[in-house]
């Protein structure tokens, strides 16, 4: 059960699926403009859920303005069972962008989402259920969006999961 911190209210603490899957779902549906996610192999405990991708697909048709942006370290999952919010970013490739990493972040272990310039959702390690959300971390999340930003640059589209469009 998530608990907040006694550092500060906007700091939650994380510690099961359950809890993920809540504050995941609230910062994308809190979202105005962008969602950056980073993540093993786009956790489909989180990430695959109807309610999830919904909110994902309402945000990107609202606002023309608005981006979703997903780096994945292992893609074959995605691409041997499928996952709805993949199939979300081929049905609208131009606003729910999911590439593969090519270079490791210095923290390789670590997965996040992060909702506009405030809102965060971290794992210190991707694989494991605890971590924290913050709705109130601009300084943070300023830190990861350049590091999400520089792992984009070399980034590379999976075309096993890109549709042709004749």
């Not at 911190?5 to 504050?23: A, G, K, R």
């Not at 694989?127 to 924290?132: M, T, Y």
């Not at 075309?159 to 004749?166: A, E, K, S, V």
Request: with cysteine; glycine share 2%; proline share 2%.
């Amino acid at each position: 059960m998530s608990q907040t911190s006694s550092v500060s209210d906007q700091l939650i603490l994380l510690e099961n699926c359950t809890d993920f899957q809540e504050h995941a779902l609230s910062l994308a549906q809190d979202a105005r403009r962008q969602i950056a996610i980073l993540s093993t192999d786009l956790d489909i405990a989180v990430y695959d859920r109807d309610e999830f991708v919904s909110a994902i697909s309402q945000l990107v048709r609202n606002s023309r303005f608005a981006q979703v942006q997903i780096l994945v370290k292992n893609t074959k999952p995605l691409i041997e069972r499928g996952h709805k919010l993949a199939r979300l970013s081929q049905r609208l490739s131009s606003k729910v962008l999911l590439r593969k990493l090519t270079i490791q972040p210095e923290n390789a272990d670590m997965g996040f989402m992060l909702r506009d310039n405030d809102g965060l959702l971290f794992k210190n390690d991707d694989l494991v259920f605890r971590g924290f959300a913050n709705y109130a971390a601009a300084v943070e999340v300023k830190r990861l969006r350049e590091t999400f930003d520089y792992l984009w640059q070399y980034a590379e589209p999976e075309p096993d999961l890109q549709l042709l469009h004749i």
